[in-house]
């Protein structure tokens, strides 16, 4: 008998210990944990997307074939289009898409693609001016997504065989600009930027640039050939992806949408993942072309 009650005695600590443990675990299970695991949950389609989309993105530019690029920047152009209809209020016609093939023909055969742009728009505008069938604000989809989306054709083109390097180049600043921004914003934003997106502060915004700079003018020498340029350029780029983006914002206000469009699961549309982009690309366009000679100065690296 006592060496059973002895034996009841040696498992009673186990059986505390067990118990213990299964509070500790529950314990683990706290609500912040849980609201972390459904957030984690919900955005796996947010992780998918961009995955896809990275992968994407180097096969293009691992292949380097222009009518590939050209290709696949039109059909975004176009996906882009139906989205700025919806925020601009105008009904959807086929009269859009035609036209907008028809610019990117024109650009893939032009020296100058963004020419192709304006010989559309003229043409939009004689004909509204002859019989008032179309809306003004018609020719507002003409100059956004179109013409940021031939500017980004633009650079890849005019830089010859650096064209890869060139978008590189852009998409690190942008990338680093909005990763810098946010980071920035969650551990010292206090102040905000702008009315036109409340969440964003000038913290942030800082943090964001500096971060783009940093990293975008070492990739840039190259491309500028001297190191001066390459942070102008880059500081430049990085100040117009963060009013690219605010711009975006201010049309999904206006339009009364959170997203621009469901294409790209977790991500929205083709203007919320280009807004940033668009800015840059127009200002480093316009300031590549008053380099001197800069096809001929890129050192690949």
């Given at each position: 008998m006592s060496n059973y009650n002895e034996k009841n005695d040696l498992?009673?600590?186990?059986?505390?210990?067990?118990?213990?443990?299964?509070?500790?675990?529950?314990t683990l299970q706290t609500p912040h944990t849980q609201n972390l695991k459904e957030k984690l949950l919900s955005d796996r389609p947010r992780f998918i997307t961009a995955i896809v989309l990275i992968a994407i993105?180097?096969?293009?530019?691992?292949?380097d074939y222009p009518p590939l690029t050209c290709a696949i920047l039109a059909g975004f152009c176009v996906v882009g289009v139906k989205e700025a209809l919806n925020l601009y209020k105008l009904e959807s016609a086929p009269h859009y898409y035609i036209a907008t093939i028809f610019i990117w023909v024109l650009a893939y055969f032009n020296e100058s693609p963004i020419e192709s742009c304006f010989v559309v728009l003229l043409i939009y505008a004689s004909y509204l001016?002859?019989?008032?069938?179309?809306?003004?604000?018609?020719?507002?989809?003409f100059v956004y997504p179109v013409l940021p989306f031939l500017t980004i054709w633009a650079l890849y083109r005019d830089a010859g065989g650096a064209g890869v390097w060139v978008i590189i180049?852009?998409?690190?600043?942008?990338?680093?600009?909005?990763?810098?921004?946010?980071f920035g914003?969650?551990?010292?934003?206090?102040?905000?930027?702008?009315?036109?997106?409340p969440k964003k502060t000038l913290e942030g915004v800082i943090c964001g640039v500096?971060?783009?700079?940093?990293?975008?003018?070492?990739?840039?020498?190259?491309?500028?050939?001297?190191?001066?340029?390459?942070?102008?350029?880059?500081?430049?780029?990085?100040?117009?992806?963060?009013f690219g983006d605010l711009f975006e914002s201010?049309?999904?206000?206006?339009?009364?949408?959170?997203?621009?469009?469901?294409?790209?699961p977790g991500h929205g549309g083709v203007l919320d993942r280009f807004d940033a982009i668009f800015f840059?690309?127009?200002?480093?366009?316009?300031?590549?072309?008053?380099?001197?000679?800069?096809?001929?100065?890129f050192i690949p690296f």
């Open positions: 498992e009673k600590p186990n059986q505390s210990s067990e118990s213990t443990d299964t509070q500790a675990d529950s993105l180097v096969v293009v530019l691992s292949i001016a002859y019989t008032k069938s179309i809306q003004l604000k018609a020719l507002l989809v180049w852009l998409i690190v600043i942008v990338a680093l600009t909005d990763i810098g921004a946010y914003g969650k551990a010292f934003g206090k102040t905000p930027f702008c009315p036109t997106s500096a971060c783009g700079v940093i990293v975008g003018s070492i990739i840039g020498i190259g491309t500028c050939g001297g190191f001066l340029p390459s942070v102008l350029i880059t500081l430049a780029v990085s100040i117009a992806s963060v201010y049309l999904k206000r206006e339009a009364d949408v959170k997203d621009s469009g469901t294409i790209f840059g690309a127009i200002i480093m366009h316009f300031l590549l072309f008053f380099l001197p000679g800069y096809r001929d100065v």
